[in-house]
């Protein structure tokens, strides 16, 4: 029981970050521009699924959200998959 309220509680804060977050870099945004920008270039390893926490398109906050709940989903079922394979394995 506990461990599906806590899931909910996730969920639930997923969904409201976006209207609580700051518009404003955060120290590790804000070190990579400082790299970027001293290096003249952007640098990936890989592209980023979601930009800026954002859909094709555009969307607002409730696009933010989706990509907030879709992000913690995907977090969960590869946590999940990786407990149980570590459990078989173990």
């Not at 506990?2 to 070190?31: H, I, Y």
């Not at 390893?45 to 992000?71: H, I, N, S």
């Not at 989903?73 to 459990?87: E, I, N």
Request: proline share 6%; glycine share 8%; no cysteine.
């Amino acid at each position: 029981m506990w461990r599906a309220a806590s899931l909910a509680l996730v969920f639930v804060v997923a969904a409201l970050a976006p209207l609580l977050a700051s518009k404003n870099p955060d120290g590790l945004e804000s070190t990579a521009q400082k790299f970027e920008s001293a290096q003249g270039r952007e640098t990936h390893l890989l592209p980023a699924l979601f930009p800026d926490y954002t859909l094709p398109g555009g969307g607002g906050t409730a696009a933010e959200a989706a990509v907030m709940l879709a992000g913690t989903a995907l977090v969960f079922l590869l946590s999940m998959a990786s407990a149980r394979l570590l459990a078989r394995l173990g």
